[in-house]
């Protein structure tokens, strides 16, 4: 009697694990990385390029319950960690690693330029290009940049070649404007980081104060809009 309790309360639970599976295996979808991945970065799909790297079996076309995808500019790489169903039925969750090409407006230089020089319009000119995710230097950290060292004519500008140019340093004691719509006021303050024009860095007003954030907008002065 007991046996037979046991073997149908086995079979119960058998069963609503089964139709567990079925169900997770039903709610997923072909997964599409090169889709989920631009809709991450809110970039059309026609203008990214990915390469799987992880060696480890493509989630692409899988089952996929749930995922979450993760960029890294300084690697130049995509991330999905996704769960995904077996052909067995079972659940898992695996990471898969992805190169990244955007295409965008790459700066090449049209002149030589020298160590140190700091970085001018007039010569540089923009070629539509796939560059790697990560390598390719926004206009505010080219107009806030110098050259590590000598580049010759038809070298495509990274962010590697690059040095900010910083006008405002850790420890500097810095002026701080206040800005109304009516009035203005400026005090002294500490910047507790580094930072070119245009850059938002923590200041403190003084020992024990806390902390606030404020944009750089020219040597040593600092705005901050209330």
Request: proline share 2%; aromatic share 8%; net charge positive.
């Amino acid at each position: 009697m007991m046996l037979t309790h046991y073997l149908k309360s086995s079979s119960l639970y058998i069963l609503i694990l089964s139709i567990g599976m079925v169900n997770a295996y039903a709610n997923g979808s072909n997964f599409n990385a090169k889709f989920e991945i631009s809709k991450y970065l809110e970039i059309p799909r026609d203008k990214i390029r990915i390469k799987e790297l992880s060696g480890l079996p493509s989630i692409s076309q899988r089952r996929v319950v749930r995922s979450k995808v993760m960029c890294t500019k300084e690697l130049g790489r995509c991330s999905i960690v996704a769960d995904v169903i077996t052909s067995q039925g079972y659940a898992i969750t695996t990471v898969n690693w992805y190169e990244l090409d955007i295409l965008t407006q790459s700066p090449t230089l049209h002149e030589s330029v020298e160590k140190g020089e700091r970085y001018k319009a007039s010569k540089v000119i923009f070629k539509e290009e796939f560059t790697r995710f990560g390598t390719c230097p926004d206009k505010t950290e080219l107009e806030n940049s110098e050259y590590l060292k000598s580049f010759n004519k038809g070298e495509r500008i990274t962010s590697r070649m690059l040095r900010e140019n910083l006008i405002v340093v850790a420890g500097d004691e810095i002026v701080v404007r206040y800005l109304d719509r009516l009035i203005s006021v400026e005090a002294s303050a500490i910047a507790l980081s580094s930072g070119a024009l245009g850059n938002e860095i923590n200041i403190v007003r003084g020992q024990g104060e806390k902390a606030f954030r404020a944009v750089i907008v020219g040597p040593k002065m600092l705005e901050v809009k209330i």
